[in-house]
């Protein structure tokens, strides 16, 4: 069993940054940060493999930045020149194998998941 502790949320202005952390009690083997906003559905935002591959969702290339200290477990993502659409819950997720690019955006690939930290964007 692996515990995901998010940190980092909160309020800022639209052009702001943020830096998300999650802590995990354990090795993991790909690291993801998901987002849901009220009313939508939950989305991949970026992720990172163990031996330091990343992938981004569109929304997030050249704003955001995803990278991971191994030896503390924790990955963070900095997020950078925020706009209102960004506001949402962010999840950290972690899997105990590497997946390949296409896969590490889904949902689905993730069996341990954060309670989330929240992100609000204003204009």
């Known amino acids: 069993q692996v515990q995901l502790v998010e940190s980092g949320g909160g309020l800022v202005q639209s052009g702001g940054s943020l830096r998300l952390s999650c802590a995990a009690s354990a090795n993991t083997y790909t690291m993801a940060w998901f987002r849901q906003a009220p009313g939508e559905k939950r989305e991949g935002v970026a992720a990172?493999?163990?031996?330091?591959?990343?992938t981004y969702a569109d929304s997030a290339k050249g704003r955001f930045t995803i990278s991971q200290d191994n030896s503390k477990n924790m990955v963070h993502l900095q997020m950078n020149s925020l706009k209102p659409e960004d506001t949402a819950m962010y999840y950290c997720?972690?899997?105990?194998?590497?997946?390949?690019?296409?896969?590490?955006?889904?949902?689905?690939?993730?069996?341990?998941w954060g309670q989330g930290t929240q992100v609000t964007v204003s204009s």
């Open positions: 990172i493999t163990r031996d330091g591959r990343t």
């Open positions: 997720a972690a899997a105990l194998f590497i997946t390949g690019a296409p896969s590490r955006l889904a949902e689905t690939m993730y069996k341990y």
